[in-house]
Nanobody, 121 residues
């Protein structure tokens, strides 16, 4: 019912930047929250950043100051600007939307397909 499409991942050297995008489409009445998560091999999926419908943001403490989450409400799209990337940032990054659909009066979580970010020299 709702599809998320991610883009922007890739291979970069330490200190470089990437900007991830996540566009939502489908049966969307409203978006309650949006967020980015990441998962490295052998580790649990962890929160990177979230942004609420009111525009409030939260970041993982270790990423504060390097990563910035933004949104474009007119396009149902959010972004993650990643600056000064480090090797430990290497992971698959997933976007997540908390969505209320027209056809289903309940909030549900939807996940993007994931995009690989690799930081290596």
């Amino acid at each position: 019912q709702v599809q998320l499409v991610e883009s922007g991942g890739g291979l970069v050297q330490p200190g470089e930047s990437l900007r991830l995008s996540c566009a939502a489409s489908g049966d969307i009445f409203s978006i309650q929250a949006m967020g980015w998560y990441r998962q490295a091999p052998g580790k649990q999926r962890e929160l990177v950043a979230v942004i609420t419908a009111d525009g409030g943001t939260n970041y993982a403490d270790s990423l504060k100051g390097r990563f910035t989450i933004t949104r474009d409400n007119t396009k149902n799209t959010m972004y993650l600007q990643m600056d000064n990337l480090k090797p430990e940032d290497t992971a698959v990054y997933y976007c997540n939307y908390r969505v209320l659909s027209y056809s289903d009066d309940v909030n549900k979580n939807y996940w993007g397909q994931g995009t690989q970010v690799t930081v290596s020299s």
